[in-house]
């Protein structure tokens, strides 16, 4: 099994390299991991993780002049395909981070959180949303297995995925309404949250990724 992680310049790449090889390592898996610029080396993989982090815009001119797009596209249609934090806003139709259009396979928006957000006891929340939160599951998913409900994650994010098809969300977290973080869709699933950061459950997560056969 060959696992692709896509570099298309932007993102914690190397991150979550590092966190795909320990997965492979704590699964006992004979998978080779590579992290690849290449559009050749992206089709030829049995699997597809998919990261990113910063502007949303620079991501996906970085995605465009990298040549990637063509593959990724074909990989999401027949591939087990992890979409990580960007990564997986980029999976949307368009974000208002400079009115910017994504790959569409989800149909749906990425916005911002609201200016002014206070918590239940009147306490100023910050944008960026970063650090711990919880993550309920909305539905069960192959990739939750051995995962609590209510597991925290890391989160370091100023916009949020709407997915236009609710039954698409398998996992929420509060800022402080309920906001979509974990999505999936046959072959296809994308947290908002970095599981590179998210020590044994994210590790988990990658874990079952590549367990996982959709």
């Not at 994504?102 to 002014?116: P, S, T």
């Not at 957000?117 to 192959?142: I, S």
């Amino acid at each position: 099994m060959k696992v692709a992680v896509v570099d298309y310049g932007m993102g914690n790449l190397h991150s979550v390299f590092k966190s795909v090889q320990a997965a492979r390592q704590s699964a006992g898996l004979n998978a080779e991991i590579v992290l690849t610029n290449r559009a050749e080396e992206v089709a030829s993989a049995d699997k597809i993780v998919f990261p990113g982090q910063g502007a949303m815009p620079d991501c996906m001119a970085a995605l465009s002049h990298s040549g990637l797009g063509e593959a990724l596209t074909e990989g999401l249609k027949n591939k087990p395909f992890f979409g990580i934090c960007v990564g997986a806003q980029l999976l949307f139709e368009r974000s208002e981070e400079g009115d910017t259009a994504g790959l569409a396979w989800f149909g749906g928006q990425v916005k911002r959180f609201a200016a002014g957000l206070a918590d239940g006891a009147g306490n100023k929340l910050k944008v960026p949303h970063m650090g711990w939160n919880c993550v309920r599951q909305t539905r069960p998913h192959p990739l939750f297995d051995g995962i609590g409900d209510g597991e925290r994650f890391y989160f370091v994010h100023s916009y949020y995925f709407a997915p236009q098809d609710a039954r698409i969300v398998v996992g929420e977290s509060d800022y402080p309404e309920p906001f979509a973080c974990a999505v999936a869709r046959d072959n296809v699933f994308a947290t908002q949250f970095h599981t590179e950061k998210s020590h044994l459950a994210g590790l988990r997560l990658l874990q079952n990724f590549l367990n996982w056969r959709p």
